[in-house]
């Protein structure tokens, strides 16, 4: 009879528990809408644009308001809204290097400013692949190294993106990694080999290689970018602290920054 009352008990207690449906509201504060810049000259022909949004809360799922009644100027030429926020420079248009660039905004009364030097890029001679054995987690195959020249003043920033070319889609693929180095280590004026880490290809894979000059700001921008997106959000994680920025302005954040391109393919012979 005692166990009998001791199983009506715990079915009691499972029941109480089972039957407490009560709501929890989870309170995140709001955070002041700024305007977002993300604006970019480049080298590369027609590639030069500026992309203005609002924020939005760090918890939100909502999509980032677009901003399409700001006038955009570089260096006094206007750049046309074209839709989703973007705002292109005229066709044809490429940036110079050497040339510093200025970006005026005017959004609802307010002024925004930013100025970026377009530093030219160290030369990239040739590209050459080596053959390497089977080793810890990497199988063997072939690393992919440039022959690279720079007799510019030190220090300069590089913005480096490792792609290939997707025989399925047919198209060159990029991933999400964003590789930052400067030229503190290379020699001046000396022709130099430099492997890619982490490569290893094989016979008939096509690697394409972009390097963008970038200045400190954009560096020092894209550094706290990606310290802040290592690891995923969630509603226990205090929300990141604003990224530093060079753009002038109240209640903004963004970056405005230049690029000199240089792109080099390599297929694995």
Known sequence: MKTIKNIIAVFAFV?????????????????????????????EMDSSY?????SADYYSTDP???????TVTV????????????????????????????????????????????????????IFQVFKPAEGFFKAGYTINYLGFDDRPKIKYTFFKLGKFDTILQRDSFGQQRILFNSDQTPVGVQYPFE??????????????????IDKNMNDFIEAYNTQTSGAPGPFKVPPA??????????????FTCYDVVRKRYKVK
């Open 242 to 255: 604003n990224l530093p920025t060079n753009v002038v302005g109240a209640n903004v954040i963004g970056y």
């Open 64 to 70: 980032y308001p677009n901003v399409s009644s700001a």
């Open 50 to 54: 500026v992309k203005l949004t609002m």
């Open 75 to 126: 260096n006094g030429v206007n750049f046309p809204y074209v839709g989703n926020g973007i705002y292109k420079a005229p066709s044809p248009y490429a940036g110079d290097t050497g040339t510093v660039y200025n970006l005026t905004i005017n959004n609802n009364g307010s002024v925004y400013t930013a100025k970026s030097l377009l530093d030219p890029m160290f030369r990239v001679d040739s």
């Open 15 to 43: 029941f109480a528990i089972a039957s407490c449906k009560e709501e929890i509201k989870l309170d995140f504060p709001s955070s002041e809408k700024k305007l977002v810049v993300e604006a970019e000259i480049s080298t």
């Open 196 to 213: 890619l880490p982490f490569t290893r290809l094989q016979k008939g894979e096509e690697s394409i290689l972009l390097f963008r000059s």
